[in-house]
């Protein structure tokens, strides 16, 4: 539930300039979807933007204020697994909350919540590494819906999984997002994904990364992804990136 | 070429027995682009084993040019998922191993590498060893090595599932491209339906555990397909429906 | 598989009888050598049952050396895990810690413990201080290397979902750093054990008045072969039940199955 | 903070240089001002000695052929723990039968510490230089079997399926496949064999005997000399660090292979 301003954001690693000049902004409850080619430093972007990594310009605002870690919740979920396997599912999922110090009572009201939103109930107490792909993502989305963030980052988080799983977790993604109403930046280089979940969309370049478009999506949800609209909406993005 | 009848494949570990191939019977003809599509881990690994060799049915049978098939052969070539290159062996090492091991002089052997590791795109890259080369060139070593040692038969065991989305659309075009220049029999197993639709001449579809065939789809699209083209999402879609999904 | 591992059972204690055997054979039955300086089996085990109770001719019975040595080893060897895993974490952890100490541990390092026992002696005298310095040297050592790498192998994509969460430098220490460093600082600790049982028995042949190290230096001078072998059996026993006290404190701290 | 210097290599060494020289200035402040001084001679003292024994003999040798008396006991007590260590780990971790028979046998004799021989070597061999070999030779051969047989028994079985679909039979599956998969673990053991190596021969010197670099320091602590104690220790420290380096480099060149790097 908060307002992301991005201006003149520009990162560079040495005498290699990743981030040039972006500048965006996403509103309240919005579902911005970023799509690029690899190895356009989408993940450097990522992280720069909560500042992981330090900034050569620019600025990025929170609902006016500098982004500060401490001060605004933000989630983060990653490509690569992200579940901690020396913690249970459920002790996961309270990592967040725990961090952020919710009370007692708000900690346990929003484990069973989220733990029945990603519909692992019945694993609250299984290790990450008896788990299969699909619910250890399951259990980094449940770990970041917990702490309700003003801003979820998500980098390529169905990269791995198989089609079908994809299409379910877009679905419920979808779902929960029309629930909580959360701010979304969703990174990836599948278009088709792109064109299916997002409110707008934003296209970037290659290396030194600029933004090359930035439009609305206006299909109606729910989408299906053999409607001629959604076909041309895809072919339209892909002409955009062109590296396939 | 390879036929199954009636393959079936029950493991036992301390008394628990865990049926995981239920009575497979299916057809590969001479130069057939064959893909075994199934859902998540079941059974597809323990299949591919059992045509190559390096494990045994439990009941039916399984012939390879009317051979019974008993023993790995080097008729019969594998591509793994996690290419199984020998970190020790240069490119040129590793695609001339099968030879090598059939006693080939060295320089018949150079030779014959060269010529497969030029057919995968990788002449350049002789002396270098795995561990300095991405996903998808090891791959193609791995590509290049089952090649090498001229099997009439090659299994490829879900060869693209760790590379990254980009690599992988590449990989499939250019499986297409080795397999058009150089035919051979191929039984290529995926759990991904747009690479099964890229690639396949025949597409058998698995159950999910314990597997058994569920269903088979002819595709007679032109090649090379394309993968935004409406006939290939309406395929898609059709096929889709027909997976079971694993959880 | 049921009666393969019964088949290699059988030949495990099989090998192991026969190695019993011949260790008889060669020493009573074929007398190679005079059995002062290589007694059979029986001869070490009465020796065993007598050593429990007699004092000759080291001065003490087994138990009063075992226990000797027993406060040397885990008074030097807790000092220095102690020490050592907390000082290994930071240096991990820490940039500029990394930066002061490492150079400084680097250049200690390479004296093997051993070599450290003269100097104590000449310092602390062959008492109790001087031995258990020598082994707080040989354990801190393993124990720093095992955490420092445990740390630094933690994986950063931990480390950021933390600090996205706003956990602060130490709290991701804390709650990331060392739990996914524990494997590796349990290692840690097991090598240190190792090391200090060594040097313990190094310090107290050369400079003591008690303990095993000292027993068994004591029957070498008075060439009671199977009253050492009755020394070096302990110390070996008693090792190995140090280790496996480890192993199961491992088992009950590191979750996850990261300990198979 | 922004980093002084780009390349964290040449950070590294200047630190090194750093704490080498405030060591150096702590200890020289500590002897001139503190009661240490009557036991502990200035850190230029001791340097002063160690370039003085170059030439000087120290009973009856000087310093450069003390080590090396240390350290030909170690190459010969450590060249016998592989040849006997490396092949029986391997053959511990190839064949079942191989490991039945070893393992039991093995697993009794490693939990005493190799200097806990040294009293029954003694015994045995007399205080000459076979006892010394025997001693090197038990202390490095436990941790070389260990990573032998750990190398030899977890070679990945995919590359063992992939090699026999390629044709090779059993007997070349172990020429090409298990021995060049278990080099690197081989290597961890040898470097941990090669340090308890040169632990054994400094404690096995310093129980019996009358040259050598644990020989010097023994004798400085009974003559109470300490500048020959230390001078011995930091040449001990030296040569260790030598010694694992040099096998480093072997490692590096044979394992090649292994290596991340660009």
């Keep these: ?198 409110q707008r969309i934003m296209v970037l370049t290659n290396k030194p990364t600029k933004v090359k478009e930035d439009f609305v999506n206006p299909l109606p949800l729910p989408r299906n992804v053999t409607e001629e609209k959604f076909i041309e909406m895809r072919n339209k993005v892909t002409n955009l990136i062109k590296w396939w | 070429m390879i036929s199954c009848k009636h393959v079936s494949k029950t493991f036992e570990n301390n008394g628990q027995k865990n049926e995981v191939l239920k009575d497979i019977s299916l057809e590969v003809a001479e130069n057939e682009f064959v893909v075994i599509l199934g859902p998540g881990q079941c059974g597809k690994t323990t299949l591919v084993n059992i045509m190559a060799g390096l494990d045994h049915e439990t009941a039916g049978s399984v012939t390879v040019n009317g051979k019974q098939v008993d023993g790995p052969a080097p008729e019969r070539g594998v591509v793994y998922q996690k290419t199984a290159l020998f970190p020790w062996l240069t490119v040129e090492g590793n695609v001339g191993f099968g030879p090598k091991m059939a006693g080939l002089p060295k320089k018949e052997r150079k030779e014959k590498a060269k010529h497969y590791i030029d057919l995968v795109g990788l002449s350049g890259f002789e002396k270098s060893y795995p561990i300095k080369l991405s996903g998808g060139m090891r791959q193609r070593v791995g590509i290049a090595r089952a090649y090498c040692n001229n099997p009439s038969v090659l299994l490829m065991d879900e060869p693209f599932g760790h590379l990254d989305a980009q690599t992988r659309y590449l990989m499939q075009e250019e499986v297409e491209r080795i397999w058009s220049q150089d035919k051979r029999t191929v039984v290529f197993i995926t759990n991904n339906i747009e690479e099964a639709l890229y690639l396949a001449d025949r597409i058998i579809l698995l159950s999910n555990c314990p597997t058994t065939v569920r269903n088979e789809f002819k595709i007679d699209l032109p090649r090379p397909r394309d993968y935004i083209s409406p006939e290939f999402l309406k395929l898609r879609e059709e096929i889709s429906k027909h997976v079971e999904t694993t959880e | 598989m049921k009666e393969k591992k019964l088949k290699y059972t059988l030949i495990s204690t099989a090998s192991v009888f026969c190695f019993l055997l011949i260790w008889y054979l060669i020493a009573d039955v074929f007398k190679v050598f005079p059995s002062s300086t290589f007694p059979s089996p029986f001869k070490v085990a009465t020796a065993f049952v007598r050593k429990l109770t007699v004092t000759t001719p080291d001065g003490g019975t087994l138990g009063k050396h075992l226990i000797a040595s027993l406060k040397v080893v885990l008074l030097g060897y807790l000092l220095g895990i102690v020490i050592g895993v907390p000082l290994g974490i930071l240096m991990g952890w820490y940039r500029r810690v990394d930066l002061i100490v490492k150079p400084l541990f680097d250049l200690i390092r390479p004296i093997p413990p051993v070599g450290w026992i003269p100097l104590m002696i000449l310092w602390l005298g062959i008492g109790i201080q001087a031995k258990a310095t020598v082994i707080f040297v040989s354990a801190v050592t393993p124990a720093i290397i095992n955490a420092y790498t445990g740390i630094k192998q933690t994986n950063p994509v931990h480390i950021w979902v933390a600090r996205t969460f706003g956990a602060s430098n130490f709290e991701t220490l804390l709650k990331v750093g060392i739990p996914s460093a524990l494997p590796m600082i349990f290692a840690g600790l097991k090598v ?42 302990t110390i070996g026993l008693v090792g190995a039940l140090l280790t496996y006290i480890l192993e199961t404190l491992e088992k009950k701290l590191v979750k996850g199955g990261r300990n198979k | 903070m922004k980093k002084k210097f780009q390349n964290s290599k040449t950070e590294t060494v200047v630190y090194f240089i750093c704490s080498l020289v405030g060591l150096l200035i702590v200890w020289q402040l500590a002897v001139s001002f503190t009661s240490l001084q009557k036991v502990m001679p200035s850190p230029f003292v001791v340097l002063g000695f160690i370039g003085q024994s170059l030439t000087q003999k120290i009973g009856g040798k000087i310093l450069p052929l003390h080590i090396l008396a240390s350290l030909k006991r170690v190459f010969v007590g450590y060249f016998l723990a592989c040849i006997i260590g490396i092949p029986l780990g391997i053959l511990m971790g190839c064949s079942k039968t191989g490991k039945a028979i070893v393992k039991p046998i093995f697993e009794l004799l490693r939990p005493i510490p190799g200097l806990a021989w040294i009293p029954l070597a003694i015994l045995w061999f007399g205080i000459g230089e076979t006892s010394k070999y025997f001693i090197i030779c038990v202390s490095a051969i436990v941790s070389i079997i260990l990573n032998a047989y750990a190398g030899a028994s977890q070679v990945d079985q995919t590359l063992v399926g992939a090699a026999r679909m390629l044709g090779a039979k059993p007997a070349q599956i172990f020429l090409y496949i298990t021995l060049p998969a278990s080099v690197p673990q081989i290597f961890a053991g040898l470097q941990v064999g090669l340090s308890s190596s040169w632990m054994a021969v400094i404690a096995a010197e310093m129980i ?55």
């Design chain 3, 192 to 233: 240190s054990l190792g090391a200090s049982w060594m040097a313990l028995v190094a310090a107290e042949m050369l400079a003591s008045t008690e303990g095993l190290g000292y027993m068994i230096q004591m029957n070498r001078m008075v060439g009671k072969a199977d009253n050492i072998m009755v020394g070096m059996i």
């Design chain 4, 208 to 262: 019996r005997a009358n040259e050598g670099a644990g020989w010097i320091i023994t004798t400085g602590m009974e003559s109470g000399n300490t500048v020959q104690i230390l001078a011995g220790m930091i040449s001990i420290g030296l040569v260790g660090l030598l010694l694992a380096s040099l096998l480093r480099l072997i490692e590096r060149g044979l394992c090649s292979w292994n290596i991340q790097g660009r």
């Design chain 1, 1 to 198: 539930m908060s307002k992301v301003e991005v201006n003149h954001l520009t990162k560079s690693f040495g005498s290699l300039k990743v981030l040039d000049d972006i500048s965006f902004q996403v509103n309240d409850g919005d579902f911005l979807c970023i799509v690029g080619p690899t190895g356009c430093g989408k993940t450097t972007f990522l992280n720069s933007l909560v500042k992981l990594y330090d900034i050569d310009d620019g600025e990025i605002l929170i609902n006016g204020e500098e982004v500060d870690l401490n001060k605004h919740s933000i989630a983060y979920i990653m490509q690569e697994y992200s579940t901690m396997s020396w913690l249970t599912v459920k002790e996961n999922i309270q990592f967040g909350m725990k961090v952020r110090k919710f009370s007692k009572e708000k900690l346990n009201r929003k484990t069973e919540e989220v733990l029945k939103m990603v519909g692992l109930e019945k694993f609250a107490d299984y290790y990450p590494e008896q788990l299969s792909a699909s619910m250890l993502q399951r259990v980094s989305i449940a770990r970041a819906f917990a702490v309700e963030p003003d801003l979820l980052l998500m980098d390529e988080p169905y990269g791995q999984l198989d089609l079908e799983l994809r299409f379910r977790l877009e679905d419920e993604l979808i779902r929960i997002w029309q629930e909580t109403k959360t701010t979304i930046v969703f990174i990836t280089h599948n278009i088709e994904e792109a064109v299916y979940m997002s």
